[in-house]
């Protein structure tokens, strides 16, 4: 029986995202389920995830994209039918670390001058990637055509999802794969280096030339990851 791949996507992004890769797992046999993040909250957002992994029966293999990497680390707590976890240009937080403290532990990243600002009633913010920079930042190597509608569909990231801390990662228990890019601009490459290191990943692949949207410009090589981790 082969696990169900749980596809779990990150900020400025959506379940589509995962559209390539999809179709190379379900080629392979996989049952797929591309999990809808809500990019609220992270302990918020974790429940969502978590939820979801209830109703599923038979291992599972959890995958995260971005912030979604920290949403599957604390998403699998209490689920003994995880069986490994995937980051693909993912956080990966250790316990009281928030994503906007990892992005800014090491340089690199030009995240921060590309935002615009939303403010909601509720006191919070979200954060939309600025749509004439989102090629360049997020997705510079796929083709401009695909980035304009990407920009266009992306779902924004809450200041609150932003700021919260994670709860005790699952990565200390679970076994981890680690894919991430080399021009990655959201996330720098040195803290993708350190939390694939931190967390004993048992592979760990770098991209050569690749930009932060590796689920949509390399589906090929993420997919290979997923079976890998899978087997």
């Given at each position: 029986m082969k696990p169900t791949i749980v596809l779990?996507?990150?900020?400025?992004?959506?379940?589509?995202?995962?559209?390539?890769?999809i179709q190379r797992l379900?080629?392979?046999?996989?049952?797929?389920v591309a999990a809808p993040n809500p990019l609220r909250s992270l302990s918020g957002d974790a429940a969502v995830v978590s939820?979801?992994?209830a109703t599923i029966s038979g291992p599972v293999v959890l995958v995260g994209h971005s912030y979604g990497g920290?949403?599957?680390?604390?998403?699998?707590?209490?689920?003994?039918?995880?069986?490994?976890?995937?980051?693909?240009?993912?956080?990966?937080?250790?316990?009281?670390?928030?994503?906007?403290?990892?992005?800014?532990?090491?340089?690199?990243?030009?995240?921060?001058e590309t935002l615009q600002e939303v403010p909601l009633p509720d006191g919070t913010v979200d954060l939309y990637i600025r749509q004439e920079k989102f090629h360049q930042q997020f997705t510079a190597d796929v083709p401009?055509?695909?980035?304009?509608?990407?920009?266009?569909?992306?779902?924004?990231?809450?200041?609150?999802?932003?700021?919260?801390?994670?709860?005790?990662?699952?990565?200390?228990?679970?076994?981890?794969?680690?894919?991430y890019p080399e021009l990655?601009?959201?996330?720098?490459?040195?803290?993708?280096?350190?939390?694939?290191?931190?967390?004993?990943?048992?592979?760990?692949?770098?991209?050569?030339g690749a930009s932060h949207a590796i689920p949509a410009s390399q589906p090929g090589p993420v997919a290979d990851v997923i079976v890998k981790a899978a087997g």
């Open positions: 779990v996507h990150g900020a400025f992004a959506e379940s589509a995202s995962w559209g390539g890769v379900r080629a392979d046999g996989f049952p797929v939820s979801l992994l920290a949403v599957i680390s604390n998403a699998a707590a209490g689920h003994d039918h995880v069986q490994a976890l995937v980051f693909v240009a993912a956080f990966a937080p250790e316990v009281g670390e928030s994503i906007g403290q990892l992005s800014g532990r090491f340089p690199g990243s030009t995240l921060g401009a055509e695909r980035a304009a509608v990407d920009a266009a569909a992306q779902r924004p990231l809450n200041t609150t999802a932003l700021n919260e801390g994670s709860g005790e990662p699952a990565w200390k228990n679970l076994p981890s794969w680690f894919i990655d601009r959201n996330i720098p490459l040195a803290a993708h280096r350190f939390m694939a290191e931190r967390a004993g990943a048992r592979i760990s692949v770098e991209l050569a």
